[in-house]
């Protein structure tokens, strides 16, 4: 009887310690893409220090996850988050004050290279695997860059202050923003030669520009305001609209938005019949405006109590995603709101978001 009683004892024991007896737990699914369906939003971080970001929206989950690059890559993505850009598979990152484009992969957020040699970066865009990233510093130049090899091939002057850049009509359109100062212009480079073929004259420092479906060229024009010694405005131009052909690069019309607002941002519909415009500093709410429109809208689409730092509209289904950037020290929040003004969710995000890069 104990004979028996001590080799099931054994028996249980080996049972117990030998893990082969014990079936596997399924594997945990990692996608290799874990970046592919959703939107980044470009966090600006707060000025001096290195805690620019990027947050990922993702679409099918309705979440948000906050500072991607740095938990891939385990490193800080760098000063002043200005914008981000896509092309090819990936996204490239322009920061200001680090005076560099970081590369990342858009699938996996794994860093893809950088680009320096740059002075105060703003926006790019890219035609024929060269990329035209402009920037404040060389008194408003255009750096026009290898994608193959991120060496910079050549500088452009353009205007002061430049910021976003377009490619229309197989051109590289550049808006000439002022920067501190007043210009009025936007600078048409050929890319063929990478040379200002074109300057168009539209309103006092244009800072975006959208295209409509009738191939026209919308351009939001901040308007140019003027300081004495005590931060007392001694002369303010007006914000506008200005639509220019896209055929013939002529200003055709020029709306008014405000005598003392200035709005920085625009964006347009799915359909590119409605324009969107808004965000900047101390400017209220959203404004929708149709494409045949006499004027300017007197009431807003979202939310005329919020000043948002920045917008972008949902190519794929009219969904205006707007940013808050509190106090640009702690983190800030996005809204997403229907084409018709309704909010729909909000999210924590980084520190002082400022743009939504849809993929």
């Excluded at 970001?53 to 690059?69: E, K, L, T």
């Excluded at 938005?257 to 965000?279: L, N, R, V």
Aim: proline share 5%.
């Amino acid at each position: 009887m104990t004979t028996r009683l001590n080799i099931f004892a054994w028996a249980l024991l080996i049972t117990t310690l030998i893990p082969g007896c014990k079936k596997d737990d399924p594997p945990v699914y990692v996608p290799a893409e874990p970046y592919a369906n959703g939107a980044f939003i470009s966090n600006e971080g707060t000025y001096g220090q290195a805690n620019a970001s990027v947050s990922f929206y993702d679409f099918a989950g309705d979440s948000v996850r906050n500072s991607i690059f740095t938990t891939v890559n385990n490193r800080p993505l760098g000063q002043l988050l200005q914008s981000t850009y896509a092309v090819n598979g990936k996204v490239y990152m322009v920061l200001n004050l680090s005076d560099t484009v970081v590369v990342a992969s858009a699938g996996d957020f794994k860093e893809a290279g950088v680009f320096t040699g740059l002075s105060s970066p703003r926006y790019m865009t890219s035609f024929n695997n060269k990329g035209y990233v402009t920037q404040w510093g060389g008194s408003g130049e255009v750096k026009v860059i290898d994608l193959g090899t991120n060496a910079i091939l050549k500088s452009i002057r353009v205007g002061t202050g430049p910021e976003q850049a377009i490619v229309v009509n197989g051109n590289i359109l550049v808006c000439n923003g002022g920067a501190y100062d007043v210009d009025s212009t936007i600078s048409v480079i050929d890319p063929v030669n990478d040379l200002v073929v074109k300057t168009i004259t539209v309103g006092d420092n244009p800072k975006e520009m959208v295209v409509d479906k009738n191939n026209d060229i919308w351009v939001i024009c901040y308007g140019y305001i003027k300081y004495d010694g005590s931060f007392n405005i001694i002369l303010e131009t007006p914000s506008k609209l200005v639509k220019v052909s896209g055929q013939s690069y002529q200003k055709t019309a020029e709306y008014i938005i405000s005598a003392t607002q200035h709005p920085q941002h625009i964006d347009i519909s799915k359909d590119k019949s409605t324009i969107y415009y808004g965000g900047g500093f101390g400017y209220a709410g959203i404004y929708a405006m149709n494409i045949t429109a006499a004027g300017t809208p007197s009431t807003p689409l979202i939310d005329g109590s919020k000043y948002f730092y920045g917008f972008n509209v949902n190519p794929a289904n009219d969904e205006i995603y707007a940013l808050d950037a509190t106090n640009f020290t702690t983190p800030g929040t996005l809204f997403r709101y229907s084409n018709q003004g309704n909010l729909v969710n909000q999210y924590t995000v980084g520190i002082a978001p400022n743009g939504v890069l849809f993929k």
